[in-house]
DNA sequence: TATTAAATGCAATTTATTTGCAAATACTTG
DNA sequence: CAAGTATTTGCAAATAAATTGCATTTAATA
């Protein structure tokens, strides 16, 4: 994605390209891992009020445009949806470390896995994360 | 799990066998599915103090005696951990209804992905959620 | 039964997130 | 390109989830 071109995604799902949300998706994409919104509050350039944040986090959520997920810290982690193929979190439970990881076969399993899901008629979505001992950590 | 045993389970565990931690478990058993804590706090007959519940459930939850999970909803569930086999949940998305499910070829695949995790040197657990609709609400 | 460390309850605090509303601003259309 | 309008923003305040400190109670054990 390159950097004009977040005007044109905002606009296309129906939101107005403004200076926040367009800072705050490249700051997303810049870091390119998930981040808290306390982080994101601290990292953005340009300050935002911590509510227009949060609103403008679950908007892009719900667009699809950002993916949230819970690390098992009391706290939401957002990062960029778009352009990314889908995966799965590592998180070291020692130093907090995310990284992504994606496994194909896992995929896999997991849809088969759905399909059995005895009395539920639709699987929309699932969140898998894994948690151990970073490199470092270990 | 017998009724009584908990008392055993509790003293070996390093825990005092307090009246109000033996209700706790025995509704766990009762219930048997993830509960939020202010679900807890309504079904027990021995009404307890909200800290005291987060402390017995924090203290029981690292003894894993209990089991943590995040559904999705801004909050915590527990259930019983320990006679109930590795399990995950589906939870429907329209009326927030859990189901456990398990599958052992995807807990091989976990495994396997666990693995080739890249950096991380071990991996000690996992959570993972299905979300959909259930029967009633499709 | 006395001792003592663990568990409890209360008050208050912290952290995460949400709501209401008025002011500011991006996009449209003339 | 100026005016109108609906969206977005910021501020103040509220709500929700979880935690901390401390004094009191209580289960275990000697």
Partial sequence: MQKGEYKTLLQKAGFRATPGKIALLELL??????????????????????VTLYRSLEALTEANILMRSELGHGHAHYELSIGKKHHHHLVCTNCEK?????????????????????????INSHSLELFGLCARCS
């Fill in 29 to 50: 994409q810049k870091e390119d891992k998930p981040l808290t919104v306390a982080e994101i509050q601290k990292k953005l350039k340009r300050k935002q009020d911590t």
């Fill in 98 to 122: 995310v990284e992504d990881f994606s496994d194909p076969s896992l995929e896999t399993a997991l849809t088969k896995a759905a399909k059995n899901a005895s009395s539920f008629k639709s």
